[in-house]
């Protein structure tokens, strides 16, 4: 019987073309020390009894050894690319595990979770028919014999990686076991005292069913979040089980589902972390929770509401490193990367960001306050929530229970001797003109508007009431931006445009674009990753000329094209060209 060695694989790369002679010689001489180095990192982790030990694979070995592909200019040999070639080398279906597009019941309940950690064996599908299993060895038919003996049907096989399959194993398992445990003890009460905001969460090794189930599942699905990078978790319950689905490059996934007596000490776990009223299940709540994970601090915004089967949680998670990048890194042409930052130089007026909501204001606005963050400025925000904690601003979150409105909050600022206001959102006409008065004073406030483009903005502050002439005197620039989906890299295509879009997009040439066909990747989605697409409008004399009580939206957008304004849909329209986006994002975005 043939067998999955280190020999077998190295061979099969060197004829592929992936290892040179040397390296091969290389691989099949230190083949050994590097198995023994991985034996001892896997013997570092099992500090905990009945742990069940997984063999060290042959492509966990070769890639351990941190190899040059050759003639790759710095590409390694990675776990999944020494098992696709394997895998196309033997015959058989390679297959990179996405978690999102696996059913717990199938994976779970079909083989015991000793038996798949033993043979490297995950069930991905069963239907048809038939069986569809992982594995990481295809030459051992020991666990092949033993499913199709219990289910008595069809398998087939398909290599995975050993991490691949073990990451499965470890979140749908555990996962599963607390659900089951919690279901068991639904009714039973959970962790009441624990009222800390700071949690840190556990490693996925250290969760343990003997801790409480309940807390087991939250950590579970924060974890997978994480690992997803989801921007925001759903928890939402239905007539007989709730649903937890994530966002993730702005498109919701659907993730797990969990029985329905689960669902409301779940919500409960998620308000006492978040220091909520976990009595108060009939008005909406509003809570944070702030945790480290993987070397960095996430902040977590907490909502409920009660909807007809029970309460909705959002969870929307702040990743700092999300929110704050720098400034040409957020999608920025040129010509409105230099227009912005000369905005940023100002000592005093206003700058508006507009665009609905998850169009990225929040991290347009973060970065620049993280630019112009010094020991010498006073910055002071004011939000309806406050977005994520820094230490660096002074931050201020709205609270109109008590009074404690953008208008109020503002008034009282600009006793505080500030530099740099940011105000959440202009809403109403006391703040507006409360911001205008900031700026006429000396001081230079941020602010957002929810208008579809940078010319409304204006009609925006007459409408709200603001004479003209106070508008002339304060308002620096206007940024309008939306979020686009990047093309996924590893499986973009090109086409050509057809008439009928070449002339919705009034483009005179006929030309090339790109899209994603779909790969393990980016989900088979087409698309990983989201850009910023700008439209910035500098208040120039031309518009502070012809502004008045009474001006057009037509005449201010026919000014400020007169000064170079590029926008929404001509800046998409760019990106689309470049092969950063598609034209479907461009019509859905613009």
């Given at each position: 019987m043939k067998s999955l060695t280190v020999e077998f694989i190295a061979r099969v790369l060197f004829t592929r073309g992936l290892i040179n002679k040397r390296q091969l010689e290389d691989i099949l001489l230190n083949q050994e020390t590097a198995k023994k180095r991985l034996h001892k990192l896997q013997e570092k982790t099992l500090h905990r009894p009945h742990q069940i030990t997984s063999p060290i694979t042959p492509a966990e070995i070769i890639s351990s050894m941190n190899i040059e592909i050759a003639h790759s200019k710095g590409k390694f040999l990675t776990e999944d690319i020494i098992t696709e070639i394997t895998a196309e080398a033997i015959g058989i279906e390679y297959k990179k595990i996405d978690p999102l597009k696996l059913d717990m019941d199938t994976v779970t309940n079909i083989l015991p979770k000793p038996?798949?950690?033993?043979?490297?064996?995950?069930?991905?599908?069963?239907?048809?028919?038939?069986?569809?299993?992982?594995?990481?060895?295809p030459f051992d038919n020991e666990p092949v014999e033993a499913i199709k003996r219990l289910q008595k049907t069809n398998v087939k096989v398909v290599m995975s990686s050993k991490t691949d399959i073990l990451k499965t194993i470890r979140e749908f398992y555990g996962f599963r076991k607390s659900l089951?445990?919690?279901?068991?003890?639904?009714?039973?009460?959970?962790?009441?005292?624990?009222?800390?905001?700071?949690?840190r969460l556990r490693g996925e090794g250290e969760i343990e069913a003997t801790d409480?189930?309940?807390?087991?599942a939250v950590e579970y699905i924060l974890h997978y979040a994480y690992d997803q990078r989801a921007s925001d978790i759903h928890i939402e319950p239905k007539r007989d089980k709730s649903f937890v689905r994530f966002r993730i490059d702005g498109i919701l996934h659907n993730v797990y589902t969990i029985p329905k007596p689960i669902h409301p000490p779940v919500v409960s776990r998620i308000k006492m972390l978040s220091r909520m009223d976990i009595a108060e299940k009939r008005k909406p709540q509003d809570g944070r929770i702030k945790t480290h994970y993987k070397g960095k601090d996430i902040e977590l915004r907490v909502s409920t509401i009660p909807v007809a089967f029970g309460e909705k949680v959002v969870i929307r998670i702040f990743d700092p490193e999300v929110l704050f990048q720098e400034l040409d890194q957020l999608g920025f042409y040129p010509r409105e990367y230099q227009l912005y930052n000369s905005f940023l130089r100002r000592s005093n007026g206003i700058i508006l960001v507009t665009g609905p909501t998850g169009s990225g204001k929040t991290t347009t606005l973060y970065s620049s306050l993280k630019v112009l963050s010094s020991p010498e400025v006073n910055i002071i925000t004011i939000e309806d929530p406050v977005e994520m904690v820094v230490e660096e601003f002074n931050q201020i979150g709205v609270q109109p229970a008590i009074g404690l409105t953008f208008a109020n909050i503002l008034r009282s600022v600009l006793r505080q001797d500030p530099d740099i206001i940011m105000v959440g959102e202009i809403r109403d006409r006391e703040t507006a003109e409360n911001a205008v008065q900031a700026a006429l004073t000396g001081h230079l406030v941020l602010s957002t508007l929810h208008t579809n483009d940078a010319p409304s903005s204006i009609i925006r502050l007459l409408d709200l009431g603001i004479p003209a002439f106070l508008i002339s005197s304060t308002v620096i620039g206007i940024v309008a931006q939306r979020l686009v989906r990047k093309i996924c890299p590893f499986c973009k295509k090109s086409r050509s445009l057809t008439d009928e879009e070449r002339e919705y997009l009034q483009l005179d040439e006929n030309l090339t674009v790109y899209y994603g066909e779909g790969c393990r990747e980016c989900r088979g989605t087409g698309y990983k990753g989201r850009t910023g697409i700008f439209e910035v409008m500098d208040f120039s004399d031309r518009i502070r000329t012809l502004l008045s009580d009474r001006i057009t939206l037509n005449t201010l957008y026919k000014a400020a094209k007169a000064d170079g304004l590029v926008n929404l849909r001509e800046v998409a329209i760019k990106k689309m060209i470049e092969g950063i986006t598609t034209y479907e994002e461009v019509i859905a975005v613009t």
């Open positions: 038996f798949a950690i033993k043979h490297l064996v995950v069930c991905l599908e069963k239907g048809d028919g038939q069986i569809t299993i992982a594995v990481c060895d089951t445990a919690a279901e068991a003890e639904a009714l039973k009460t959970t962790d009441l005292w624990n009222l800390e905001q700071y949690i409480q189930h309940i807390v087991n």
